[in-house]
C-alpha cells in the first residue's frame, strides 16, 4: 500500500536551531515527492517539490529513494517558520491522487 | 484573482441532515479535488474531476456525492450527514493536463460539525 509516513506530530526548536522535518513513504514505483505548508490563517500551499531540486525560504529535501525518505531540512530556523507542515506522494494514481502524510507542526521559539 | 473560493466556512448539522459544500475557482483549472482533514490522518482525497462532466473517487468516497458540471464549480453533497463526516474540508485546483505537475491550489476550508 501507499502510504506517507510523518512521525512527529509536534516539532518544537528555538530560533536559529537546524531543523528537519520527516518524511517517509511506501511506494514501489517512482515517487514524486512534495512539502506542502500551512501557515497560521493561511491556505495550504506548496513549499518545494524534489524533482525542482530548489531552495524555497531556506528549506531543502532530498529525495533518498534507498532510505524512502524525503526529509525537509533548514540550518537555521526562524519564528515565521512556524507552521503546519505535510509531506505529500504521487504514486500510482499519478498528480490527481496526492497521498498527504498525518503533517508535522513546527514551533519556532524566540 | 480569487483563487480557490469555498464556502460556507463553518457549518453544523444534525445527524441525518443533508447539505452541499461549495467551492468555485476562477483560474480556469481543468483539475478539482475534496480533501478532509482530520486530526493524525492528514488530508485523505474524496473525490476529483479532471474536467467538466468528469469525476472519480479518491480514498474516501462514501457519503459523498460530486458532479461537475461547469470548470469552475465542485459542490461536495452530504445526502445524510453523520458524526464520522466531521471534519474539515478543502478544495483544491490545478492547472490542466499538460502542466501535470502544478502545485495544488487550496481554498480556506470548512469546518463541519455533525451532531
Known amino acids: 500500500a501507499q502510504r506517507v509516513t510523518q512521525p512527529e506530530k509536534l516539532l518544537s526548536v528555538f530560533k536559529g536551531a537546524p531543523v528537519e522535518l520527516k518524511c517517509n513513504y511506501s511506494y514501489s514505483g517512482s515517487p514524486e515527492l512534495f512539502w506542502y505548508v500551512q501557515y497560521s490563517r493561511q491556505r495550504l500551499q506548496l513549499l518545494l517539490r524534489h524533482i525542482s531540486r530548489e531552495s524555497i525560504k531556506g528549506f531543502t529535501a532530498d529525495l533518498n529513494k534507498g532510505e524512502t525518505s524525503f526529509h525537509l531540512k533548514k540550518p537555521f530556523a526562524q519564528e515565521e517558520d512556524s507552521a503546519m507542515y505535510y509531506c505529500?506522494?504521487?504514486?500510482?494514481?499519478?498528480?490527481?491522487?496526492?497521498?498527504f502524510g498525518a503533517g508535522t507542526r513546527l514551533a519556532v521559539h524566540p | 484573482n480569487a483563487g480557490v473560493t469555498q464556502t460556507p466556512k463553518f457549518q453544523v448539522l444534525k445527524t441525518g441532515q443533508s447539505m452541499t459544500l461549495q467551492c468555485a475557482q476562477d483560474m480556469n483549472h481543468e483539475y478539482m479535488s475534496w480533501y478532509r482533514q482530520d486530526p493524525g490522518m492528514g488530508l485523505r482525497l474524496i473525490h476529483y474531476?479532471?474536467?467538466?462532466?468528469?469525476?472519480d473517487q479518491g480514498e474516501v468516497p462514501n457519503g459523498y456525492n460530486v458532479s461537475r458540471s461547469t470548470t469552475e464549480d465542485f459542490p461536495l453533497r452530504l445526502l445524510s450527514a453523520a458524526p464520522s463526516q466531521t471534519s474539515v474540508y478543502f478544495c483544491?485546483?490545478?492547472?490542466?493536463?499538460?502542466?501535470?505537475?502544478?502545485?495544488?491550489?487550496f481554498g480556506n476550508g470548512t469546518r463541519l460539525t455533525v451532531t
Open positions: 474531476s479532471v474536467g467538466a462532466g468528469i469525476t
Open positions: 505529500a506522494l504521487s504514486g500510482s494514481g499519478g498528480y490527481n491522487k496526492l497521498i
Open positions: 483544491a485546483s490545478r492547472g490542466g493536463t499538460l502542466i501535470e505537475n502544478s502545485p495544488l491550489h
